[in-house]
């Protein structure tokens, strides 16, 4: 059979600095596709055409696509995959890569994603479902903390409160219920080595990509609230028996249980895992890229990421043969925020990039516009991206963190400690 020819022209569907990873990584491909974007951001804007699309305008991204013949889609975040654009796509004639609606709800609803868990015998932590604030307090009473508190419904990475006592447990139930008017998930708090899993699945075919560690709350050494993500990097420790280990009781049997439910999965499997002292335990699944997760793997990736997604978009991916073993070397992200996030936070500020960075390292915009005048100004909450390579973690950390220093706005703020717990003890991480 032979291969399909690789398209000329991708339109990337997201605005965030996973979406600038993307863009940058598609655009190397040998192939020199012609790079779309909708609705893109300000860094991105630097490197393609972007389209004031909104993400929940499936017929508008769809009518996009149309009219720029876009001969692939590659859709990054996971509200516009829930509302179905990959299959309004699909319908329309489209090569996709990610998922559809079916396919999205593992992300779109825990409580889906737990009951499958829990019905194909993949590990996972224990956990009860509560629908109002009495029954979660009496659950929450009855057993230990630290416990975790999630919603059920997509909450841009913040929908999960870990617990440290039950009054905390309680005000987190009660406001995550009047938040959603769904259910919520009380789970038992894992221990352990953290790990972000990306899977590229096509059916019951998957290429693991480099393992990624992410340090989800918003200060140092773990402190503070839950976020979408405050840097990561890659490749994260795990060792080979460890990997093996996850392929067989995680990853395996994941694609597997997917595909028995009836779910076509063309897209990204984001399995973010716990290595506990009896194994790795699934935390979540998510059905798209991660951010930033994906900012420091794919620099390490030794294949054309282009041809990964294009066959896995066809079901060809088994035809593929991606080396597992990453690049040499390390990555570091650190995430540049707007200070108060993941809660309130300033718009409009002004920001000033360096105009040399150290060798290896380039800013990714997430969260950026363009004012009036053509400055650069914050835009979001995880505003800018700075990604590095190095020979090694140290050196990677430190021209990121160089960089970072150099970065001129008031209201940065950002975690000093991406991977610094691996430095200072190799053979233990945790983060929470």
């Given at each position: 059979?032979?291969?399909?020819?690789?398209?000329?022209?991708?339109?990337?569907?997201?605005?965030?600095?996973?979406?600038?990873?993307?863009?940058?990584?598609?655009?190397?491909?040998?192939?020199r596709?012609?790079?779309?974007?909708?609705?893109?951001?300000?860094?991105?804007?630097?490197?393609?055409?972007?389209?004031?699309?909104?993400?929940?305008?499936?017929?508008?991204?769809?009518?996009?696509?149309?009219?720029q013949?876009?001969?692939?889609?590659?859709?990054?975040?996971?509200?516009?995959?829930?509302?179905?654009?990959?299959d309004?796509?699909?319908?329309?004639?489209?090569?996709?890569?990610?998922?559809?609606?079916?396919?999205?709800?593992?992300?779109?609803?825990?409580?889906?994603?737990?009951?499958?868990?829990?019905?194909h015998?993949?590990?996972?932590a224990?956990?009860?479902?509560?629908?109002?604030?009495?029954?979660?307090?009496?659950?929450?009473?009855?057993?230990?903390?630290?416990?975790?508190?999630?919603?059920?419904?997509?909450?841009?990475?913040?929908?999960?409160?870990?617990?440290?006592?039950?009054?905390?447990?309680?005000?987190?139930a009660?406001?995550?219920?009047?938040?959603s008017?769904?259910?919520?998930l009380l789970?038992?708090?894992?221990?352990?080595?953290?790990?972000?899993?990306?899977?590229?699945?096509?059916?019951?075919?998957?290429?693991?990509?480099?393992?990624a560690?992410?340090?989800?709350?918003?200060?140092d050494?773990?402190?503070?609230?839950?976020?979408?993500?405050?840097?990561?990097?890659?490749?994260?420790?795990?060792?080979?028996?460890?990997?093996?280990e996850?392929?067989?009781?995680?990853?395996?049997?994941?694609?597997?249980?997917?595909?028995?439910?009836?779910?076509?999965?063309?897209?990204?499997?984001?399995?973010?895992?716990?290595?506990?002292?009896?194994?790795?335990?699934?935390?979540?699944?998510?059905?798209?890229?991660?951010?930033?997760?994906?900012?420091?793997?794919?620099?390490?990736?030794?294949?054309?990421?282009?041809?990964?997604?294009?066959?896995?978009?066809h079901?060809?991916?088994?035809?593929?043969?991606a080396?597992?073993?990453?690049a040499?070397?390390?990555?570091?992200?650190?995430?540049?925020?707007?200070?108060?996030?993941?809660?309130?936070?300033?718009?409009?500020?002004?920001?000033?990039?360096?105009?040399?960075?150290?060798?290896?390292?380039?800013?990714?915009?997430?969260?950026?516009?363009?004012?009036?005048?053509?400055?650069?100004?914050?835009?979001?909450?995880?505003?800018?991206?700075?990604?590095?390579?190095?020979?090694?973690?140290?050196?990677?950390?430190?021209?990121?963190?160089?960089a970072?220093?150099?970065?001129?706005?008031?209201?940065?703020?950002?975690?000093?400690?991406?991977?610094?717990?691996?430095?200072?003890?190799p053979?233990?991480?945790?983060?929470?």
């Open positions: 059979m032979s291969e399909p020819a690789l398209p000329r022209s991708v339109l990337i569907v997201g605005s965030g600095g996973r979406e600038h990873a993307l863009a940058r990584a598609l655009a190397a491909s040998p192939a596709p012609r790079i779309l974007c909708a609705p893109g951001n300000a860094g991105i804007a630097d490197l393609a055409p972007c389209f004031p699309v909104a993400l929940d305008d499936v017929p508008g991204l769809v009518e996009l696509a149309r009219a013949r876009a001969e692939f889609v590659v859709v990054g975040p996971e509200a516009p995959l829930a509302l179905g654009l990959a309004a796509l699909r319908r329309e004639g489209f090569a996709v890569f990610g998922p559809g609606a079916d396919g999205a709800r593992l992300e779109a609803s825990k409580i889906f994603t737990k009951e499958l868990l829990l019905k015998g993949i590990p996972t224990k956990a009860a479902f509560c629908a109002d604030p009495a029954e979660a307090a009496a659950r929450i009473d009855a057993g230990p903390v630290p416990i975790v508190v999630k919603a059920d419904g997509l909450a841009a990475g913040k929908g999960v409160v870990v617990a440290a006592t039950r009054d905390e447990a309680k005000a987190a009660a406001a995550l219920l009047a938040g008017g769904k259910r919520i789970e038992e708090c894992l221990s352990g080595v953290e790990a972000s899993i990306l899977v590229i699945v096509s059916g019951r075919d998957y290429v693991i990509l480099p393992p560690q992410d340090h989800k709350r918003a200060g050494g773990d402190t503070g609230p839950n976020t979408g993500g405050m840097g990561t990097f890659c490749p994260a420790p795990l060792g080979d028996a460890a990997l093996a996850i392929e067989r009781s995680i990853v395996r049997p994941s694609v597997e249980a997917i595909a028995a439910e009836g779910i076509d999965f063309r897209g990204v499997l984001f399995i973010g895992l716990m290595l506990t002292a009896a194994g790795p335990s699934v935390l979540e699944y998510n059905a798209r890229f991660g951010d930033p997760e994906t900012q420091s793997v794919l620099p390490l990736l030794p294949y054309d990421l282009l041809a990964l997604l294009w066959a896995a978009a079901r060809r991916l088994s035809e593929v043969k080396d597992r073993t990453p040499a070397g390390a990555v570091v992200c650190v995430v540049l925020a707007a200070q108060g996030y993941p809660g309130g936070y300033a718009k409009g500020e002004p920001i000033g990039l360096p105009e040399a960075l150290p060798p290896h390292t380039y800013i990714l915009h997430a969260g950026t516009a363009r004012n009036g005048r053509g400055g650069l100004v914050s835009q979001g909450g995880r505003v800018l991206n700075v990604v590095a390579l190095g020979r090694d973690l140290a050196e990677a950390r430190a021209r990121a963190y160089q970072c220093e150099d970065v001129s706005w008031t209201g940065k703020y950002y975690r000093h400690d991406i991977g610094a717990s691996l430095l200072a003890n053979t233990v991480t945790r983060h929470g």
